[in-house]
T-cell receptor, first 112, second 113 residues
Framework: DARVTQTPRDKVTEMGQEVTMRCQPI?????VFWYRQTMMQGLELLAY????????DSGMPKDRFSAEMPDATLATLKIQPSEPRDSAVYFC??????????FGQGTRLTVV | QKEVEQNSGPLSVPEGAIASLNCTYS??????FFWYRQYSGKSPELIMS????GDKEDGRFTAQLNKASQYVSLLIRDSQPSDSATYLC?????????????FGKGTKLSVKP
């Protein structure tokens, strides 16, 4: 049963700390996405990769967020330093080109 | 700023009725359109994709696309309480299969037994 795996599922951290979220996309999918979901803004695209190359990260605050895909089985999203306004659910998703086939279960981040 | 608009609802329909969910988008060049369902506390899951004008049917679900009016809809026939969820419309933001999917904020559907 193919699925996108995200870790951790929940993260509570103090303001100013570094947060790293990890994602294992479905093998064979050529596009990996990072989204953030809040009640106010809904789902916002942060960044996405095609064949491991970053295509667009314009949705991320560049001064604190970074996304990488060191190999085909791992995508990471880092926030340093974290701020309370970063509190949200972060989803990784994978698929082919412009279609998201599967979302991961999400990382619920709370920055206090 | 490319936008995808949905009525937030809640949309309440009785069991067995047809639920009609609507979505409008701002980018006339968009070519790929998707509907996702999200249960409370869960991740979105893909229900339908549509790329051409007209209707596309899959079981109880029908997606309708009208590019001239920049309008996408999802019809759910014989609605069941298990269909109660938030339905998200997504549109490609660069006028092609690039990957910049823009989501609406979703319509919450409630199906009453």
């Amino acid at each position: 049963d193919a699925r996108v795996t995200q870790t951790p599922r929940d993260k509570v951290t103090e303001m100013g700390q570094e947060v790293t979220m990890r994602c294992q996309p479905i093998l064979g999918h050529n596009t990996v996405f990072w989204y953030r979901q809040t009640m106010m803004q809904g789902l916002e695209l942060l960044a996405y990769f095609r064949n491991r190359a970053p295509l667009d990260d314009s949705g991320m605050p560049k001064d604190r967020f970074s996304a990488e895909m060191p190999d085909a089985t791992l995508a990471t999203l880092k926030i340093q330093p974290s701020e309370p306004r970063d509190s949200a659910v972060y989803f990784c998703a994978s698929g082919f080109y412009g279609e998201i086939a599967f979302f991961g279960q999400g990382t619920r981040l709370t920055v206090v | 700023q490319k936008e995808v608009e949905q009525n937030s609802g809640p949309l309440s329909v009785p069991e067995g009725a047809i639920a009609s969910l609507n979505c409008t988008y701002s980018d006339r060049g968009s070519q790929s359109f998707f509907w996702y369902r999200q249960y409370s506390g869960k991740s979105p899951e893909l229900i339908m994709s549509i790329y051409s004008n007209g209707d596309k049917e899959d079981g109880r679900f029908t997606a309708q696309l009208n590019k001239a009016s920049q309008y996408v809809s999802l019809l759910i026939r014989d609605s069941q309480p298990s269909d109660s969820a938030t339905y998200l419309c997504a549109v490609d933001g660069y006028g092609g299969s690039q990957g910049n999917l823009i989501f609406g904020k979703g319509t919450k559907l409630s199906v009453k037994p």
